[in-house]
């Protein structure tokens, strides 16, 4: 079955860096567009940055481009996400979500992790 | 960036009941090329990760039941619940993506009266 497993999320300081994985298995994830979503303690859902399934296409959020990079490695079945320059205001619980259809980038999400906290305080 | 808006902001439905409730989109999601909506309404529970319900406004993803209906085009839409009940108690987004950056509505929070 389908499924993706988010680690790498914890507390870190602002301005520091933080990398985000999502493991993924059960599908074949080079067909996929992959996105990443946030949660804020409390708040909704904020879309954050999405990849196309070759990795040839990335777009991002305005509140984390130039600071965030997304990227996959296809061979290992996993995505990524790098956070730079942190602020409090990234504090969230980070969600990979697959597109629902193969090939395309911006669809409803099928399957999502469970989600890794990452408190941003100093 | 397209703005979603969600109303009301919380609802409180006796089991059994209807509830009903909205999102509008700043701009159309409605394309021409396919006459599709493009739009999703999810189900979060406490501690879970949002769970797709309905795509394309209208379609009833499978395994969902169907006392759940989504209905509107263009940038008005309606999520309803048919005689609730107490495992429905949720926050309900909905979410374009018709347009990057895709966008979610500030949600409806669903209880029980």
């Known amino acids: 079955q389908v499924q993706l497993v988010e680690s790498g999320g914890g507390v870190v300081q602002p301005g520091r860096s933080l990398r985000l994985s999502c493991a993924t298995s059960?599908?074949?994830?080079?067909?996929?567009?992959m996105h990443w979503v946030r949660q804020a303690p409390g708040k909704g859902l904020e879309w954050v940055a999405l990849?196309?399934?070759?990795?040839?296409?990335?777009y991002y959020a305005d509140s984390v481009k130039g600071r965030f990079t997304i990227s996959r490695d296809n061979s290992n079945n996993t995505l990524y996400l790098q956070m730079n320059s942190l602020r409090s205001e990234d504090t969230a619980v980070y969600y990979c979500?697959?597109?629902?259809?193969?090939?395309?980038?911006?669809?409803?999400?099928?399957?999502w992790g469970q989600g890794t906290l990452v408190t941003v305080s100093s | 960036d397209i703005v979603m808006t969600q109303s009301p902001d919380s609802l409180a439905v006796s089991l059994g009941e209807r509830a009903t409730f909205n999102c509008k989109s700043s701009?159309?999601?409605?394309?021409?090329?396919?006459?599709?909506?493009?739009l999703a309404w999810y189900q979060q529970k406490p501690g879970q990760p949002p769970k797709v319900l309905i795509s394309?406004?209208?379609t009833r993803v499978s395994g969902v039941p169907d006392r759940f209906s989504g209905s509107g085009s263009g940038t008005d839409f309606t999520l309803s619940i048919t005689s609730l009940q107490a495992e429905d108690v949720a926050v309900y987004y909905c979410?374009?993506?018709?347009?990057?950056?895709?966008?979610f509505g500030g949600g409806t929070k669903v209880e029980i009266k």
């Open positions: 979410q374009q993506y018709y347009y990057t950056p895709i966008t």
């Open positions: 979500a697959r597109v629902s259809v193969e090939q395309w980038q911006r669809l409803w999400f099928d399957y």
């Open positions: 990849i196309s399934y070759d990795g040839s296409n990335k």
């Open positions: 059960g599908f074949s994830f080079n067909t996929y567009t």
């Open positions: 701009q159309s999601v409605l394309s021409t090329s396919n006459n599709k909506n493009y």
């Open positions: 394309w406004a209208s």
